[in-house]
């Protein structure tokens, strides 16, 4: 146990790799359908192009999806929905129609009533005797009882999908169902107004009689408050008895015998043999896949998956390397894949709607947001290539998508900027709708042909792109990415740190800025990412807030605080700004991926200065050298190496006493040459090429910055 604990310790990496490409195979072919593939493509409209085609055993034909919802909507026209009768609700209501009756009374009579009645009204409802009260309630308590006892529906949701008003329902009461057409029972309103209308038939012409229907007393009393449904819809039988009559419906329309031919090379595929086909097609897979060659069909779809992921891992490993080493990276690439696999598998096994709606082009945005355009590309095709074996029309749905991915990835050239996403959208259902177009007329058929169906579709999904910006916040947070939109917001020089460094250290928020555009312009042409650049060059120097007097840029006066100082004080002093700022970096919960550039912006280099002055001062002593070198690490990216160049180049540019073309050049050269001497380059994955085009730069930049003019020879 001890030896693999250690095996695995070794080589955890690899077995790490070996793990998640193993258990992304499996659930990928897991999520695939345990069917046989069809041997044929098809598409109505268009001529099939495979030599004539026999059936090679008898088989049922299949209706289709139009001719079952006919049939469906047939059979639930004879629906009865089914309701339950609450003895207890008119009981409650009674009740409280009685209670409510003697209060408005009362207050009637003590000439508080919300309608305004004459004093006499009033003096009249004191002086009534209790019979002639009672009797009105008497009637109002009939009224309600035999509104309840035919029953006021529950209008559920069911009864407006219902084909027409005029239905039978069954009424459950005491567990006896009986029928009853809709016209029989009570809504709220139809009781409230049957209630009135027996109210005003019922008046006499008593004297009271006059009185209490003048007053408005029984418009007071709201006699539609106590007019509650009592036939409580029931859901659960209701849907057993809608299943159970769905049940009945076959599938199937006859038989197609063997041995007869189906479709012939060049035949046009119109809705007959489409139909016909698709009963083949679905009959071949299923027996396939109920059959002793399950076996067969699975190794085949692990090879599919197994190669394309093959095929990923090799592009990444010979182009994205960093991203292959580091697991929590590729484990998020390997996840999108899967989720979007998984989105679709349950989409198109359960019929849940249109695959079409699902927003495709959303994974290669958030790829291209957290790297670079190529890499989300190459993501987006293995994407689709395996949810094209789950689509139908396969190769139709794969150009679709494949197309308006693309689209997405070339459209999407910055994520922060307002509005961009919602174009991205916008350009990608024009995409949708135009091939979809364009595939429409090329099956030969006409304009009038033509449904929204599928263009709302693709408006769906186009529209469900944005959830970038929120996904795009998660899987920052989950996987400590970094995105463009984040880098805007702390490249803003009113962030509260980069306010503090202006406030602290002037200078060196003015030296911040320089080598920020410095590195920015290099990052541009070498194809490094300049926003990270920048925003690492802004805060690179941030451990500079504590002693900032220390530092020459930020010296105010000729007196210099390291003159009190001894070299080796000195030198610490200086070192310890890039821990310092390490530590401000992470109390403020910045990014690991801009905390790193404040680490290895000195590398492992030394502070020459005070380095060469104590050995000046002691000739003969053996120097600690570790005392005036950075504790590293060196930079691992060609952004970091980047602004250690530009830091590097502007501090010493500062210092020249002779500023020309040549001395800026000699400059460049000799810090960038010393930096390269001294390994400082060596985990950067930075060329030779690219250091070249950097001192360029610098060079152009600097003379630029210092106002240098180019000597013109003489006599011109």
């Known amino acids: 146990m001890r030896k693999i604990i250690i095996f695995l310790g070794k080589h955890f990496q690899i077995v790490y790799r070996l793990f998640l490409f193993i258990a992304s195979t499996a659930l990928l072919v897991y999520l695939f359908p345990r069917e046989g593939s069809f041997p044929y493509e098809f598409q109505k409209g268009k001529p099939w192009l495979h030599a004539d085609l026999y059936s090679t055993f008898d088989f049922p034909l299949r209706k289709s999806n139009r001719e079952i919802n006919f049939e469906k909507d047939s059979i639930l026209k004879e629906f009865k929905p089914y309701y339950n009768y609450q003895k207890e609700i008119p009981r409650e209501q009674e009740a409280k129609l009685n209670k409510a009756f003697d209060v408005l009374w009362a207050k009637y009579a003590g000439g508080r009533g919300k309608s305004i009645i004459p004093d006499d009204m009033t003096l009249a409802f004191k002086n009534a005797d209790s019979l002639t009260k009672s009797n009105y309630l008497v009637i109002l308590d009939t009224l309600l009882q035999n509104v309840y ?6 209008f559920a949701e069911q009864i407006g999908q219902l084909p027409s008003k005029d239905f039978t329902l069954v009424i459950i009461r005491d567990n006896v169902g009986e029928e009853f057409d809709f016209s029989d029972v009570f809504t709220q309103k139809i009781a409230y107004e049957f209630i009135i209308n027996k109210l005003n038939k019922s008046k006499g012409n008593a004297k009271f009689d006059h009185i209490i229907y003048k007053s408005g007393f029984f418009k007071d009393l709201n006699l539609n408050t106590f007019l509650i449904p ?10 057993n008895i809608k299943d159970e009559m769905i049940k009945k419906i076959s599938l199937t329309k006859g038989m197609f015998l063997s041995d007869r031919k189906i479709v012939g090379k060049g035949e046009i595929v119109n809705e007959d043999k489409y139909n016909v086909l698709m009963s083949l097609k679905y009959e ?5 896949g109920h059959s002793e060659k399950l076996i067969y069909i699975l190794a085949g779809q692990v090879l599919i998956v197994g190669s394309l992921l093959i095929l990923l891992m090799v592009f990444v490993v010979s182009f994205r390397r960093e991203i292959y080493q580091n697991n929590m990276r590729f484990t998020f690439i390997l ?4 989720i979007e696999v ?12 249109n695959l079409y709606i699902i927003p495709f082009s959303l994974l290669p945005i958030i790829i291209r947001t957290f790297y670079d355009a190529r890499l989300a590309l190459s993501i987006h095709t293995i994407a689709i290539l395996l949810v094209g074996f789950l689509a139908p029309n ?7 998508n494949f197309s308006a991915g693309a689209i997405a990835i070339i459209s999407l050239t910055n994520l922060y900027r307002r509005g961009k996403l919602f174009n991205t959208a916008l350009y990608v259902f024009l995409t949708y709708s135009s091939l979809y177009l364009a595939m429409f007329l090329t099956q030969g058929n006409d304009f009038s042909k033509l449904t929204e169906q599928y263009f709302i579709y693709f408006a769906v999904s186009s529209f469900l792109l944005l959830m970038a910006y929120p996904l795009i916040f998660v899987f920052e947070k989950m996987f400590g990415f970094l995105s463009d939109m984040t880098l805007m917001e702390l490249s803003d020089t009113n962030q509260p ?20 555009n410095l590195a920015e312009e290099a990052a ?3 194809g490094a990412n300049p926003l990270l650049v920048r925003v690492g060059a802004l805060y690179h120097d941030l451990g500079k807030i504590y002693n900032p007097m220390f530092f020459i840029e930020n010296l105010s006066t000729e007196k210099n605080p390291h003159s009190a100082l001894s070299n080796e004080t000195s030198a610490r002093v200086i070192i310890e700004h890039v821990m310092r700022g390490v530590e401000i970096a992470q109390k403020h919960r910045l990014p690991d991926q801009i905390v790193d550039f404040i680490r290895t912006h000195h590398g492992a280099s030394t502070v020459q200065f005070f380095y060469r002055s104590y050995l000046k001062e002691h000739p003969e002593e053996d120097v600690d050298k570790s005392k005036f070198t950075y504790p590293g690490p060196i930079p691992h990216s060609k952004e970091m190496a980047l602004v250690m160049m530009a830091d590097s180049v502007e501090a010493a540019s500062r210092s020249l006493r002779e500023i020309n073309q040549n001395t800026i050049n000699d400059l460049v050269d000799n810090i960038i040459y010393y930096q390269m001497v001294n390994e400082q380059y060596n985990n950067s994955n930075i060329t030779y090429k690219d250091i070249g085009m950097v001192k360029t730069i610098f060079k152009r930049k600097l003379l630029n910055i210092y106002h240098v003019r180019v000597e013109y020879p003489q006599g011109t």
């Open 149 to 154: 006892n035919v029953g006021i529906i529950q």
């Open 230 to 239: 009592n036939l409580i819809y029931n859901e659960d039988a209701s849907k």
């Open 284 to 288: 071949y897979e299923n027996k396939l």
């Open 335 to 338: 996840l999108l894949i899967i």
């Open 342 to 353: 998984g989105g679709s598998s349950l989409v198109a096994g359960r019929d849940l709607f």
């Open 394 to 400: 396969g190769f139709e749905f794969v150009f679709f």
């Open 497 to 516: 740190l980069l306010r503090k460094l202006s406030e602290k250290a002037p200078g060196t928020f003015q030296h911040s800025l320089q080598v920020a």
């Open 524 to 526: 541009i042409k070498i």
